[in-house]
């Protein structure tokens, strides 16, 4: 799992970026405040945890998944970059990142998703963009996005001559 520490607890991993974030300004979090953060992701998230310092490495890849979540969002971020958020989870977890990107979409939290899967994409998505060689080779509104105009698009930025 990408993001975290996995020997460390939920708490330790969920508090790491803000303490990075916080060392800028010469400040930190102390005990009490990583532990009402924590409890507040946790509860937000639906994180199912016994006790925050519960080792990471003894959760679901779904709750591992909604941790990683949580420590970039303890940050307060404007925009937030999610590369194969459901990756390797269960369809249950699988839901619940979708419905927590949903989430912070709707309060204003811009989202841009890389993802391989298509029905994630256009479940999630307001706009889709095809890159090829880092590159935006096609931008697609929602209601253009569809699974073929998706293929068609990336294997025409491929070089491959599609003919409907």
Known sequence: MQALVLPMNVRENLTLAVHRVLRRFRAFLGRKKEEELTDSYVSSLRIRIATREQ????????????????????????????????????VAAKAEVHRIVSDLASQGVSIILISS????????????????????????????????????????????????
Request: aromatic share 2%.
């Open 55 to 90: 080792v990471v490495n003894d959760l679901s890849g779904g709750n591992q998944q909604k941790v990683v979540i949580a420590k970039w969002l303890a940050t307060r971020p404007r925009i937030l970059i999610l590369d194969e958020p459901t990756r390797g989870i269960d």
């Open 117 to 164: 899967e298509l029905p994630e994409i256009l479940a999630l998505s307001d706009r889709v963009l095809v890159m090829h060689e880092g590159r935006v080779k096609t931008v697609l509104e929602k209601d253009q996005a569809t699974q073929q105009t998706i293929m068609s698009a990336a294997l025409v930025a491929d070089g491959v001559v599609v003919r409907a």
